[in-house]
């Protein structure tokens, strides 16, 4: 069974329902990000705009770039950003296999989105073209019978794109792994 975007209302009881804490750990998940007041971060496959707005919470003068590249999902991220306190979060529109990341990105946040990407080759080359030396890229998906890309596949097919591991956070949320890497020098 796939999920449908045509209707973000419907998945917003998912998404930010009250549970996600216990089923995901999200403040795990954002301890693990070591975020600074500055940083700039794009939230890949930002769906509803969960975690863009708990960025928001988090960042000062940061920026956050809420992508997606679901029509639907646009809209009603557009809609849910529109309020003046929410002026540092900007919407992308991307491309299925081209994640559009803006050159000040120092962060690439794609939580639970990389199941769906179909041509993830071409999305990590894409998105490795688009970031700068040292950008951490974050991806939080799950693991064990939930998964459709398993974990050691997503490490191989991040490091043939050219990006270093740092971290491959197997243990620290129920259902999910982290696994954070970063552009290299090369």
């Not at 197997?170 to 999910?176: A, E, M, Q, R, V």
Request: net charge negative; aromatic share 12%.
């Amino acid at each position: 069974m796939g999920i449908s975007f045509a209707n973000p209302e419907k998945l917003t009881e998912i998404f930010d329902g009250e549970n996600r804490e216990e089923w995901q750990k999200t403040s795990y998940i954002i301890n693990k990000l070591e975020l600074t007041p500055n940083t700039v971060i794009a939230d890949v496959g930002a769906g509803t705009g969960y975690f863009s707005n708990i960025f928001s919470q988090h960042l000062g003068n940061g920026k956050i770039y809420s992508i997606d590249c679901e029509p639907n999902m646009v809209s009603y991220l557009k809609n849910r950003f529109s309020d003046d306190s929410f002026s540092h979060v900007n919407i992308i529109h991307s491309l299925f296999a081209d994640p559009c990341i803006p050159s000040d990105v120092d962060m690439v946040f794609v939580a639970n989105t990389y199941r769906f990407i179909t041509d993830r080759c071409t999305f990590l080359n894409n998105l490795f073209q688009q970031v700068k030396t040292q950008t951490r890229l974050v991806l939080v998906d799950f693991k064990g019978s939930h998964a459709r890309v398993s974990p050691n596949k997503a490490l191989e097919e991040v490091q043939q794109a050219g990006f270093e591991i740092l971290n491959f956070d197997l243990t620290g949320c129920p259902d999910h792994y982290i696994l954070t890497c970063q552009k290299g020098d090369s």
